[in-house]
């Protein structure tokens, strides 16, 4: 074991993932604003599994910055994981999560900072505008918002991502939170504690392209939604309560109408039509609860969140098979 020197004051956490073209770009526009800041502070980068060259020009840069340690993790676990092994090697008093994109401008954290020293546990960075947005993007984001808050306990700011500053002490809650799905937006606001906002200029990408597929951003969005609400498990109980009563009408009406009129055309659409709907839901409600089952199962086995193949310290190199 080393000594550790005294923790600084600001730790940067920034996710790489294929962004090897953004490197330079990032770190030519963030060091000055760092070091204009006149504080003791640190950058944590995660490297999450990128392909590219990201991890060879990282440890390029850390030659230059001696404050800045590599988290080189093991596969591509994903950005919210890659942010929660950034929180829990970060060791600065107020830690800033950013995007390697720069669409998180860094002159920001000066303003992040200043509400921090007035005694602010978390200030949010709030987008001006939605920039560089499709409209279905937009549309998207809105219905998830929405549906989100109608389901869950927990409500999510708008135009907020994760780019915020938050206290050492909702850092520390946050990594001793267990939960394997890690829908950073919802912990962020599930942990509560006293919260305000600066707003930023979100711009365009600096290089590259987004991470996200459509795919991939519903299914995040699905997670987010199951991750903070049991509704879609319960919503059921509820439907299949409210067709059985309707069929039980139905049924007292047929027999009444047998009973009066006999026996007339042969029912075949309507039992047709009801199995397939019935088969439908069931098969739909199966889906929902393999989801949460799913979850249930991950969160037994109880894996690491994520696995660092090893911590690049500036001036040191060492192996460090920590989770
Ligand atoms: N990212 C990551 N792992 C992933 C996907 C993304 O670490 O699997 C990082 C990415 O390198 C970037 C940040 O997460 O620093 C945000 O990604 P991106 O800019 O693609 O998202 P968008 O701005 O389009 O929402
Ligand atoms: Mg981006």
């Known amino acids: 074991m080393t000594a550790l020197p005294s923790p600084p004051t600001l730790s940067v956490v920034i996710p790489l993932y294929n962004e090897g073209e953004n490197v330079a770009l990032l770190f030519d526009r963030l060091m000055p604003v760092l070091r204009g800041l006149g504080l003791g502070f640190e950058v944590l980068c995660i490297n999450d599994g990128s392909k590219d060259d990201t991890l060879d020009r990282l440890l390029a840069v850390q030659g230059g910055v001696p404050e800045l340690r590599v988290i080189d993790l093991s596969r591509n676990f994903g950005k919210e994981k890659a942010l929660s092994a950034g929180l829990f090697h970060s060791r600065g008093l107020a830690v800033v999560p950013m995007d390697a994109d720069l669409q998180h401008p860094p002159e920001a954290i000066a303003d992040m900072l200043a509400k921090w020293r007035e005694g602010w546990e978390v200030v949010f960075g709030r987008r001006d505008a939605r920039t560089g947005q499709k409209l279905s993007e937009r549309l998207f984001a809105k219905g998830f918002y929405w549906v989100f808050d109608h ?78 609400s049991n509704f879609p498990l319960k919503v059921w109980g509820g439907i299949g309560a409210a067709i059985s009563s309707l069929a039980f009408i139905y049924i007292v009406i047929r027999i009444i109408r047998t009973l009066v009129w006999g026996v007339d055309v042969p029912g075949y659409e309507s039992i047709l039509v009801s199995v397939l709907f019935l088969g439908g839901m069931q098969l739909l409600t199966l889906g929902i609860i393999g989801d949460y089952l799913g979850r249930v199962f991950d969160e037994v086995k109880g894996r690491p969140l994520f696995i660092v193949r090893r911590l690049y310290e500036p001036g040191e190199t060492r192996g460090d098979g920590l989770s």
């Open 151 to 228: 389901l869950s306990d927990v409500r999510l700011p708008r135009e907020v991502g994760d780019f915020r500053l938050m206290d050492r002490k909702v850092v520390d809650v946050i990594n001793r939170m267990p939960e394997r799905s890690r829908f950073m937006k919802g912990i962020f606001a599930w942990v509560g504690f006293r919260h305000t906002e600066i707003v930023y200029h979100q711009g365009e990408r600096a290089a590259g392209t987004t991470k996200f597929s459509p795919f991939k951003l519903l299914r995040f969005a699905f997670d987010g939604l199951t991750s903070f």
